[in-house]
């Protein structure tokens, strides 16, 4: 019987180390970029300078504190991607090149956090260099106790291994946290159009999922 007890705790664990580790993958040359970026705006004493600085203080605030809770509102990881779109805006002197959509009801729903950021980091990384406003289209619905993130970038240069390049840490850390955080409760679908890659994730059974592990926390 102890032994039995020991073997779950050490699993228990080992998960949840790999699951820090993942979710420590947040590619920092992003952070360098906008530093950059942000530089050459109070350069310039540009007037979007002050809105940048404060995008970035939320968005890091997000991943160093926030995210180590086990589930986050749902609607806070959608506050943490527009920072993180507006950050990548800084890059393009467009109208904004990213639509985004959510349907339904997110105040009530809880999440395991940064689970999208890889799949908006492979849209930017992976669309031309140049993009039309709205060229990048994210959906978020919540239905019948499922939620379906989607997201559609048109194809740039590197088409043929865009989705799962060699030492690429995007899709795979992606696929070991549902794995872990939503066994048989997920579904990943990744197409190949031609012209445009769209990714759909599903979560379901969201609200019991989110609640069940939160009790773990609470009483393991």
Not at 17 to 22: A, Q
Not at 59 to 82: D, G, K
Not at 168 to 190: D, F, T
Request: aromatic fraction near 6%.
């Amino acid at each position: 019987m102890l032994n039995t007890i020991k073997k779950e705790q050490l699993e228990k664990q080992a998960v949840e180390s790999e699951l820090h580790y993942l979710k420590s993958q947040i590619n920092p040359h992003f952070l360098f970029n906008t530093l950059n970026n942000i530089h050459t705006l109070v350069y310039k004493q540009a007037s979007t300078a002050p809105e940048a600085v404060l995008r970035l203080s939320s968005l890091m605030r997000y991943m160093i504190y926030e995210s180590n809770a086990a589930t986050v509102p749902l609607s806070r990881e959608m506050h943490y991607l527009q920072d993180y779109v507006g950050l990548q805006q800084l890059r393009y002197k467009s109208s904004p090149v990213v639509d985004l959509e959510v349907e339904g009801d997110i105040a009530s729903c809880h999440i395991a956090p940064l689970l999208f950021i890889h799949l908006l980091e492979n849209a930017y990384k992976h669309s031309p260099a140049r993009l039309e406003p709205g060229a990048i289209k994210v959906r978020v619905e919540i239905k019948e106790n499922t939620l379906t993130f989607r997201i559609q970038n048109p194809a740039g240069n590197k088409a043929g291994n865009a989705l799962e390049e060699p030492g690429g840490i995007g899709l795979p850390n992606v696929r070991k946290r549902l794995a872990l955080l939503y066994p048989e409760k997920h579904s990943l679908e990744i197409d190949n159009l031609g012209e445009i890659f769209i990714v759909t994730l599903k979560i379901h059974d969201l609200h019991t999922q989110a609640h069940e592990r939160e009790a773990q926390l609470l009483y393991n």
